[in-house]
C-alpha cells in the first residue's frame, strides 16, 4: 500500500471512477456514478495521480449500511489496496454492514468477518415482449409515505431519501388493498437501458404484477432486475427476453433481520 494514497471521494473523482468501473465491465454511467455518491460517503486510492481504486458506504439510519463500489484497477489487485479501502470505510462506522460480493472479493470480505445470508439473481436482455400487466397502477403522490414505510420496513433502515429520489428520477407502481397500498415497484434508467427495483410484495404473484406493468412500456429496450433467489422467476422473465446472467452472494456483518417480501433491490450496490 506504500504507493497509493487514500482520499475522501468527491465529485472531481466521478470521471475516473466511471472508467475504472468500465475497465472491468461494469455497466454502471458517469450518471450513476453520480447517483451512488448523493447517498454515499467514499474513498478513492490514488496511485502516480491516477485512481485505481474506489470504494462508497451508505447510511440507511442509525443502524445500517451498504458498501458497495468497491474497485481495484487490474494492475493494482494483489497489493493489499481492497484491504485498505474496506477497512477505511468499516473503521469508521459501527453499524451493521450489507454487501453484495464479486467472486474475487469473496475471500477479503470473509477475512474481514462478513458471512453470506442470501443470493441476488440477476436478470437483463433486451425485451422482446411484455407479459400481461394487469392490477398493479401507477403511484400517486398521497402514495410515497406508505411506500417509504414499506421499503424501510423490507430493507431495515431508513430509505426515505432513496424513495423520494425515485419518485423525481423514476417511475414507482403500486399494489392497492382497497385504499391501501400492499406492495410496489420502481423503475429507472441505469447502464445500457433500465433497472426495474426495489419490488417489496406479498406473494409471487403481486411481484409479477408489479414488474410487468414496468415492462409494458419497455419493449426494445435493454431492462435488468436483480431478484432475490428464493423468488423463482426465471422462466416467466426468459419468456420475454429477460435471461439469467449471474448469481451473486448477499453477505452482512452483524445481525440484520430478514425480509421476506423484498422481492428485488433496488441495485446491487444501495440493495
Not at 204 to 218: E, F, M, P, R, Y
Amino acid at each position: 500500500m506504500a504507493d497509493f494514497e487514500l482520499m475522501h471521494f468527491q465529485e472531481g473523482h466521478l470521471l475516473s471512477a466511471t472508467a475504472l468501473s468500465e475497465a472491468i465491465g461494469w455497466p454502471h454511467r458517469q450518471s450513476d456514478w453520480k447517483m451512488l455518491l448523493a447517498f454515499s460517503t467514499g474513498v478513492v486510492a490514488k496511485r502516480n495521480g491516477q485512481v485505481a481504486g474506489t470504494a462508497l458506504r451508505s447510511d440507511f439510519g442509525p443502524d445500517l449500511a451498504s458498501i458497495h463500489m468497491v474497485i481495484a484497477s487490474p494492475d493494482a489487485r494483489g497489493r493489499g489496496l481492497g484491504r485498505a479501502l474496506m477497512t477505511s470505510l468499516l473503521g469508521a462506522t459501527d453499524r451493521n454492514i450489507r454487501l453484495v460480493s464479486t467472486r474475487s472479493g469473496r475471500p477479503l470480505y470473509e477475512k474481514l468477518g462478513f458471512q453470506d445470508v442470501a443470493r441476488l439473481v440477476q436478470h437483463q436482455g433486451t425485451l422482446t415482449a411484455a407479459p400481461e400487466a394487469i392490477g398493479a397502477q401507477d403511484a400517486q403522490p398521497r402514495d410515497l409515505d406508505s411506500i417509504r414505510r414499506l421499503e424501510s420496513q423490507s430493507y431495515g433502515g431508513d430509505r426515505s431519501a432513496l424513495i423520494e429520489w425515485l419518485a423525481e428520477n423514476g417511475e414507482l407502481a403500486v399494489m392497492r388493498s382497497r385504499s391501501d397500498v400492499t406492495g410496489f415497484a420502481g423503475c429507472r434508467r441505469f447502464g445500457r437501458g433500465y433497472v426495474i427495483g426495489p419490488v417489496v410484495a406479498q406473494d409471487v404473484q403481486d411481484t409479477k404484477t408489479l414488474i410487468a406493468h414496468h415492462l409494458k412500456g419497455l419493449v426494445g429496450q435493454f431492462v435488468r432486475l436483480d431478484i432475490v433467489r428464493n423468488v423463482d422467476l426465471t422462466p416467466w422473465l426468459a419468456d420475454a427476453g429477460l435471461f439469467m446472467t449471474n448469481q451473486s452472494p448477499v453477505m452482512e456483518r452483524g445481525t440484520i433481520p430478514a425480509a421476506p417480501d423484498r422481492m428485488a433491490v433496488f441495485s446491487q450496490g444501495l440493495g
